[in-house]
């Protein structure tokens, strides 16, 4: 499927769902049916499917509006390191990044309504948590 | 690497941002006790009228400054977010930083309202409100320098200077202008009820 990087000059991918490779593409035909972008390593994908808002990291998949999937989102604001995880019943990921300020001098976010502007697992954070997709 | 100096002179940035506790300026009137907590005149049509449902990730303790703290588990909880909220000259100035946070929000949702009065598509407004949302972003970073890694960034990410542009705010959300005007206007109920902005329906 072709999926959108809006923290990426909204540049396009196509995403394979089986094994979570991406593709680049630059031109299609097809509209793009979600959203990716790459952190650390790891393949993050989140978009919709037979009714379920599904965020697939790599080949792992979670259903958002599932009620036993939980999900945190914070910032190491001393290393300038951001912190996610998400995990159900049967399974757990988490990864540390460098934070989306952590290059900007003199800055401290603290409106955490920029987070999920800025930072593409802020973004995905808030979406959980306002179901609003 | 692209520097941008000149557009520091540019009203925006001559704004001074007052979400840095480290450099701002201790008013004392916010520090008074919890029972007749601070109102500021420019912003009495939002304080102590907000009401909103429990966020998941506090609880009612009185050793809060506003009667509430976060859950272990918040982002907010003090271990992680730089405010301990039982300190009332770190939540007095947590809550000038939210107060200017919605002071920007309440324009934009009569920037909201005028528009539709105007008879200005969804579409139209929701384009304006991501231009407003850039400009208020922008007004936080208060130094040249900041500035100047602020555009670099927005260009690497956005290839556009201000910040994330309309079309890709549509991608994050479903292509819905809707959407977007929903996330520009959105303000956090956890933040706001630890500074004493909001208040749990039914709390204390």
Known sequence: MILTKPFDKN?????????????????TDSTHQGVFEKINNDNIALYKKDGELILQINQSKWNLLDRNISLQYFHNFHEKKSFFSINDKKSKYSISYKSWWSDIPDFTPLDPELDEEEDFLGYIYSIWKYKDI | MLTFGKQNKKPHA??????????????????QKLQDPPKPPSNKNILAKKYVNMPDDLIADSKGVYGYLPKEESQFHSSKWPVDWTDKIQVGK???????????????????????????????IARKLVEARNTDRLSHYKTPESLDAVYNRNLEKYDNIYGPTYESQLAKYDNSPKKVIDASLRSNDSVDILTGIAKPKGGI
């Open chain 1, 11 to 27: 540049k396009l991918v196509e995403f394979n769902i089986a094994t979570g490779d991406i593709f680049e593409v630059f031109t």
């Open chain 2, 14 to 31: 001559e704004q001074k941002a007052t979400n840095d506790y480290g450099q701002a300026k201790f008013e004392p009137a916010y520090v």
């Open chain 2, 94 to 124: 947590a809550r000038e930083t939210r107060l200017k946070y919605h002071s920007e929000l309440e324009k934009k949702k009569e920037l909201v309202n005028t528009l539709r009065t105007q008879g200005i598509s969804e579409d139209g």
